[in-house]
């Protein structure tokens, strides 16, 4: 079982940076690939970006890529997405996740946080 709790979601200008944060703990937590979604009022929940166990190998949706960063930090059982150059269209309520294998459909992740909410304003 992996517990995943994230934080730093807020409120912040068009063009501005923010940075969010994902504990994780649990058995086994260490050797899942990590990711974030996100979820949009009416839209679908969303592919943002996925890191693997070691931190070698990552994945970017097109939407984000060049502006978002993913890392992680083993040692300290966190996972981060750095967020820069915001645009209003990715006001959402971002999710933490965690899975065995790197892949962008939702319905393969195991585990999921309660959500932080991240709004950018025009």
């Known amino acids: 079982q992996v517990q995943l709790v994230e934080s730093g979601g807020g409120l912040v200008q068009a063009g501005g940076s923010l940075r969010l944060s994902c504990a994780a703990s649990?058995?086994?937590?260490?050797?899942?690939?990590k990711g974030w979604f996100r979820q949009a009022p009416g839209k679908e929940r969303e592919f943002v970006a996925a890191i693997s166990w070691g931190g070698v190998r990552t994945d970017y949706a097109d939407s984000v890529k060049g502006r978002f960063t993913i890392s992680r930090d083993n040692a300290k059982n966190m996972v981060y997405l750095e967020m820069n150059s915001l645009k209003s269209e990715d006001t959402a309520i971002y999710f933490c996740?965690?899975?065995?294998?790197?892949?962008?459909?939702?319905?393969?992740?195991?585990?999921w946080g309660q959500g932080t909410q991240v709004t950018v304003s025009s």
């Open positions: 649990g058995r086994t937590f260490s050797t899942y690939v």
């Open positions: 996740a965690a899975t065995t294998t790197i892949r962008r459909d939702s319905s393969y992740w195991d585990y």
